[in-house]
Structures are given as C-alpha cells and as structure tokens.
C-alpha cells in the first residue's frame, strides 16, 4: 500500500510557472514509478509524465513537453512536477500516481495508487 499527497496547486496567470509535490509513504519508494495525471472538466484523465524508479528514464505527453519536467528525491519519498509557461487548457485537476510493474506506462488504468489531486487553475 502506497499512500500519495499532492501540494502546490493554485491559481496563476498564462506563462507563469508551478511546482507540484507530491509525498509518498517511505515503504519501498523506489519499487514504484511515478506519473502525473491531469483531469479537466468533462474531460477524461489525461497522462502528462512519468518517470523511472531511480529516475533514469522519463516520458512526457506532448502538450507539455519542454515546458513541464518531472523529477523525484528518493531520499524525501517525492516526486515533483515543474510547470513552466502554463497555458490555460493546462488548467486541471493534477494527480501523482504509483505503478508498481515493471516499465513506464501512460494509461492511468496501469496505475495502482493514486493521490487526491491539486487544483491547478491557468487564467489568460
């Protein structure tokens, strides 16, 4: 069982920049991928990243790649979400996600827990 919190959503204008966070439970961190999920209203959840265990390996959805970049301190059990020049139809609900099976995923459904999401909101 892996337990996950996101933090640092809020509000900020186009072209502005945010850091998620999301704390896991310290058991067995590293046996887990990391992903972030997005969900918008009326949409259904959408990949945005993910990286490896050790952190080695990362995969970004294309409507953010090269302005988001995932990380993760495996010593802090976290995994970060760095979001620069935010657009509005990036405004989501934003979810941390842990995968336990080997290799890197993009289908939610391949995700075995999930945090309760941080509300990021992009005004124009």
């Known amino acids: 069982q892996v337990q996950l919190v996101e933090s640092g959503g809020g509000l900020v204008q186009a072209g502005g920049s945010l850091r998620l966070s999301c704390a896991a439970s310290g058991r067995a961190f590293t046996n887990y991928n990391m992903g972030w999920f997005r969900q918008a209203p009326g949409k259904e959840r959408e990949f945005v990243a993910v990286?490896?265990?050790?952190?080695?390996?990362?995969y970004y959805a294309d409507s953010v790649k090269g302005r988001f970049t995932i990380s993760r301190d495996n010593a802090k059990n976290t995994v970060f979400l760095q979001m620069n020049s935010l657009k509005p139809e990036d405004t989501a609900v934003y979810y941390c996600?842990?995968?336990?099976?080997?290799?890197?995923?993009?289908?939610?459904?391949?995700?075995?827990?999930w945090g309760q999401g941080t509300q990021v909101t992009v005004s124009s």
């Open positions: 990286i490896s265990r050790m952190g080695g390996n990362l």
């Open positions: 996600a842990a995968d336990g099976s080997p290799g890197l995923r993009s289908a939610p459904q391949r995700y075995d827990y």
